[in-house]
């Protein structure tokens, strides 16, 4: 199992979460489990106004924890 470090940003958010997955992550299940996190509170989130608030971007990148 791999774990990725997830952070969305835009749209007055910043969040970031430690999110596992079984293989490397596609773009459609990427933006389903930031989703999920987000609904059910997962996600550190701060208030942010630097980033544009029309659109949001979503980077990750594999940690070893």
Do not use: C, Q
Not at 23 to 33: A, D, G, Q, R, S
Not at 46 to 52: G, K, N, R, T, V
């Amino acid at each position: 199992m791999k774990k990725y470090k997830v952070r969305i940003f835009g749209m007055g958010i910043d969040a970031t979460a430690i999110i596992p997955f079984d293989h490397e992550p596609t773009t459609e299940k990427l933006e389903n489990n930031v989703a999920y996190y987000l609904n059910n509170n997962l996600m550190k989130i701060e208030l942010d106004s630097f980033f544009s608030d029309k659109r949001y971007t979503i980077t990750y990148e594999e940690v070893n924890i």
